[in-house]
């Protein structure tokens, strides 16, 4: 847990600092973007996924029976906040393959920052399902902020989000938000600046990940 932030983990591990130090740079090609933000999210992921509950199941291995954990209860669902949050899924997806898949479409109102819905979609029951909600950068924390509103209506088991980088004006707003929502993030940066872009970060990160810029 991250010392001035309770409502926060960060994944201080040396292969994530690495790896994160790729894909600021701003040199680092697209497919590398790419790669590293799946390899990235997967350690992110197994520290989101560190207290799943589990089950014991009598199994036979080739030569004995016994008793070994597998997860318990639904499935898990990720959420992906549209467009960036994509590349954080596909990297957890190679974990956790049969994981239920959502998709929340928001922008960011370039006036106001403000977070605007534009698509809604995601697996019918959440009640009891663990929900993991993913967008790469939380900067002022306003789409965080309503993807996980509009989440809580359906009323998940558990709701956590993940992001690379986090900033703590945007860990301040979530947390203000949805106390009871915990962040894994690989590092926390310096600040926002006026245009609502993480500092020193690594830009924009759906541009980096598509290739759009
Ligand atoms: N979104 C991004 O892609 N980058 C930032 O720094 C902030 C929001």
Do not use: W
Request: net charge neutral.
């Amino acid at each position: 847990m991250s010392q001035d932030f309770p409502n926060c983990t960060v994944v201080d591990h040396p292969l994530v600092k690495h790896k994160l130090t790729l894909m600021r740079r701003v040199e680092t090609s697209t497919a590398s973007f790419r790669a590293l933000l799946q390899e990235i999210s997967q350690l992110l992921a197994y520290e989101a996924m560190r207290d799943l509950k589990l089950r014991d199941e009598t199994i036979q291995t080739p030569l004995a029976t016994m008793e070994a954990p597998v997860l318990d209860g639904k499935k898990l669902v990720l959420v992906a906040i549209l467009r960036a949050g994509q590349g954080i899924l596909d990297g957890m997806l190679q974990l956790v393959p049969s994981a239920r898949i959502g998709h929340i479409g928001m922008y960011r109102d370039p006036e106001t920052l403000m977070a605007v819905e534009y698509y809604y979609k995601v697996p019918g029951q959440l009640t009891d399902r663990d929900v993991i909600v993913c967008d790469p950068m939380l900067a002022t924390g306003n789409s965080a902020i309503a993807a996980l509103s509009r989440i809580k209506n359906s009323k998940p088991g558990s709701l956590r989000f993940v992001c690379l980088l986090a900033c703590p004006e945007g860990l301040a707003n979530l947390r203000e938000h949805h106390p009871d929502v915990h962040v894994y993030t690989a590092a926390i940066d310096e600040r926002l600046n006026e245009h609502g872009y993480i500092l020193p970060g690594l830009g924009d990160a759906g541009d980096r990940l598509f290739g759009t810029k």
